[in-house]
Structures are given as structure tokens and as C-alpha cells.
């Protein structure tokens, strides 16, 4: 690994703070949102997710969120009982299962989306276009470890 010299232990810290209340506030954008719901971020998680991928299988899901079929029944339980998530089963192995969102699961997300691209949105256009593709280029490598 390259060694950064200018990095110290003090300075990773402070940048480890600043993403810890970057997340929290783009998420914290959406808590009214979700709160009309009855919702939380385990659910706004798969949403997003379903947002992204159209059709996405279960265990594709478990595998992005890293998290127990049993948290994820939890989730999808929910979100079926606020209807805003549909299933459809695979045309070759009736076993697997896709999900969507429905019109009212995709109203949702957009309503989440929107408060929270404000932030992210407002941030980039305050940044350099070497800042937004550095600070891109950081976290895939934050993300990829």
C-alpha cells in the first residue's frame, strides 16, 4: 500500500467523523418522509435498492445489503403491508422471486429522493468537477476496501 504521509491518525479520524455526519445528514433529509410511512432507513435501503435494479431476485438483495433473510423478511413484510412492492416469479425457475416497486412504491422513492438529491445536489454544484470526480473516485475505493 502506498503510504500517505500527510494522513495521520488525527486526520483519518476527522475524515472518518465527516462521513459518519454526511450520512447522517443526506439521511436524516428523508426522516419526515419516512415517518408518514411508518417506515425507517432498513426500509428506505430497499427501496433505493429496488429504485436502482427493476426485477431484482431476494437473494441479490441480501447480497447488497449484507444483511439476514430474516431482517430482510422483516423489511419486505412491511412494505407489503404499506403496499408498495410487488413480486413476480422467475419465467425459468418459479423458485426465484423479482421484486418491484409498484406506482405507489416508486412515488415514495421519488419523494426520498428529492429531498435528498438537494443536499448531494447542492454539494457537487459547490465543487470543483476534479473535486466530484476525486471525491468519486475515493469513495469507490472506500467502498471496493
Known amino acids: 500500500m502506498k503510504q500517505l504521509l ?7 479520524k476527522d475524515l472518518i467523523e465527516k462521513l459518519f455526519i454526511g450520512y447522517r445528514e443526506t439521511f436524516s433529509d428523508s426522516k419526515k ?3 408518514k410511512y411508518k417506515i425507517g432507513l432498513a426500509h428506505q435501503k430497499v427501496i433505493h435498492l429496488l429504485s436502482m435494479y427493476e426485477g431484482i431476485t431476494i437473494s441479490e438483495l441480501l447480497k447488497r445489503l449484507k444483511v439476514t433473510k430474516q431482517s430482510l423478511n422483516r423489511v419486505l413484510k412491511d412494505l407489503i403491508k404499506i403496499d408498495i412492492i410487488i413480486f413476480k416469479k422467475d419465467e425459468q425457475d418459479t423458485r426465484i422471486k423479482h421484486v418491484f416497486l409498484n406506482d405507489k412504491g416508486k412515488k415514495i422513492f421519488n419523494e426520498i429522493f428529492e429531498i435528498q438529491k438537494k443536499r448531494i445536489h447542492s454539494a457537487l454544484l459547490n465543487s470543483s ?4 470526480i476525486n471525491f468519486d473516485n ?7 476496501g
Request: glycine fraction near 0%; avoid cysteine; charged fraction near 35%.
Open 129 to 132: 468537477s476534479e473535486e466530484v
Open 33 to 35: 418522509i419516512l415517518n
Open 6 to 12: 500527510y494522513l495521520k491518525d488525527d486526520q483519518l
Open 138 to 144: 475515493v469513495l469507490k475505493k472506500i467502498i471496493n
